[in-house]
C-alpha cells in the first residue's frame, strides 16, 4: 500500500495537468502529515488529476483490521462482492486486467457494465 502511495505520487509529479504551483501539494502527502492536511492537498490536487487522487484514496484504505469488513477492499470501492473463481485464458485476463487498470476483478466487472441486460 505505501508503495503504491509513492508511485501514484511520482505520476503526479510527471503529469502534465499539475502546474507548478500546485507541485508543493505533492510534497505535503507524506506519512508525517496529519490526515487533515493530506486531505486538503487531495481536495486542491482534485482539481487538476481526479483520477489519480481517486486512486491515491483507495490505496489509502488498503486491508482491514480484525472482524467485520476485514480484508482487501475492491479498488472502485464496490460492495457486495462475492468471492468467485474463474476459469478463462492467459490472453482474455490480460485483456480484463488492462480493461480494469490493473485489477482483473475491477475489469471484469467493467466489462459486464458494458453488456446490456436483455428485457422482458
Known sequence: M????SLIKIAMGCDERI????MGYIADLSAEASPE?????????????????EKY????I?????GRGQGIRAADGATGLKRTNITIDP?????LRAFGDGDLSLGI???????KKPSK
Open 2 to 5: 505505501k508503495s503504491q502511495k
Open 19 to 22: 502546474p507548478a504551483k500546485a
Open 37 to 53: 492536511m493530506v486531505e486538503d492537498r487531495l481536495k486542491q490536487l482534485a482539481r487538476y488529476v481526479p483520477d489519480l487522487v
Open 57 to 60: 484514496r483507495s490505496a489509502q
Open 62 to 66: 488498503g486491508r482491514g483490521g480484525p
Open 91 to 95: 490472453a482474455s485476463a490480460d485483456a
Open 109 to 115: 466487472r467493467r466489462a459486464a457494465a458494458h453488456i
